[in-house]
């Protein structure tokens, strides 16, 4: 069995933390720990992950180094492939140690991973994906003439403002094969991180950078139908699917199918800043030929009687479970 786990934010960096690397190794062994249970039943892995609080920071060191030093920003490409590598290392290094307690032997690699874009996608027009500081209403004009920067109001801070890059649909992932063929043969490939890094390709058929990020989880889907994987585990910070989250009228949904989830989502029962897009991801992966995806919490994954299963249909096996729970 191929599966490709992505990693969210929380199983790097948890809310209320600073941010140090013993809390981010912390974090990461815990979350990789769950893995264990995958490895020891013979899985091929591919692990994805975010980068949003990682690269956040390396712009704000961007931000500080042009201002107290003069030092040259550099752009948000080389940004997100800053974090992939940093990140990359930290997780391959911990999985080393991890695997290496549990008396298991596999190679681990980290790829850097650029994901092509169209230069034509309507984000482009419209970007919406705030990135970076935030910014006095002065300062943000005074950005806008100078670097050509664009900003909208911050979602906490009216009064403040941060710049908005576009987050265009991945339409290709870069080294795919590459990917596959690794994790086939055992090796766990730590690739795609923070959605990968956008690129396009011009009238030369040469790759160019923008200014732009991916959307984590539909690259992570993208890679899982391309590779081929059987499974697709999104893990989150809890451990089901909920309809009507955080209201009186909350509800687990532990077994899905294609269509319920497709009703689900589009009478607005998931949040779009928060399990929308998890939702979205699992069904392409889905629609590309997928068998099963799963959502739940890093902790519980090694758990089956947590996490919320989709699937194109049903199973025998599963629809009893789900009867017997109605």
Not at 22 to 36: D, P
Not at 236 to 257: C, G, H, S, W
Request: net charge negative; glycine share 8%.
């Amino acid at each position: 069995m191929l599966a490709l786990v992505a990693l969210g934010g929380n199983a790097l960096l948890r809310d209320g933390q600073q941010g140090t690397i013993n809390e981010q190794n912390e974090n990461t062994v815990r979350t990789l720990e769950s893995l264990m249970f995958l490895v020891e039943q013979g899985y091929n892995l591919v692990i994805t992950h975010g980068n949003g609080p990682q690269v956040g920071n390396i712009m704000l060191r961007n931000d500080a180094g042009e201002m107290q030093y003069g030092i040259a920003q550099m752009p948000l490409d080389i940004c997100v492939a800053d974090s992939q590598g940093g990140i990359g290392y930290m997780i391959e290094r911990n999985l080393h140690n991890v695997l290496n307690r549990h008396g298991l032997v596999r190679n681990v690699i980290t790829l850097v991973t650029q994901v092509l874009v169209e230069p034509d996608d309507e984000a482009f027009r419209n970007p919406a994906k705030r990135i970076g500081r935030k910014f006095t209403k002065d300062e943000s004009e005074e950005l806008s003439r100078i670097k050509g920067w664009r900003f909208k109001p911050d979602k906490n801070e009216a009064e403040k403002f941060r710049r908005v890059v576009p987050s265009p649909e991945p339409v290709g992932i870069m080294n795919e094969f590459v990917v596959k063929q690794n994790a086939l043969e055992g090796t766990i490939v730590i690739a795609a991180g923070g959605g990968g890094v956008p690129v396009f390709l011009d009238a030369n058929n040469e790759l160019q950078p923008v200014e732009a990020v991916v959307d984590k989880d539909l690259a992570s889907a993208m890679l899982a139908a391309h590779i081929g994987a059987d499974e697709f585990y999104i893990l989150t910070d809890v451990p089901f699917v909920y309809a009507n989250y955080n209201t009186p009228q909350q509800k687990v949904l532990e077994f899905l199918d294609y269509h319920d989830t497709i009703k689900y989502r589009n009478s607005g029962t998931f949040a779009e800043g928060s399990m929308a897009p998890k939702i979205n991801a699992a069904l392409r992966f889905l629609e590309k030929g997928g068998k099963k995806s799963i959502i739940t919490e890093a902790n519980y994954l090694c758990d089956k009687a947590y996490g919320t299963k989709i699937t194109m249909q049903y199973d025998e096996d599963d629809n009893e479970k789900r009867m017997d729970r109605l």
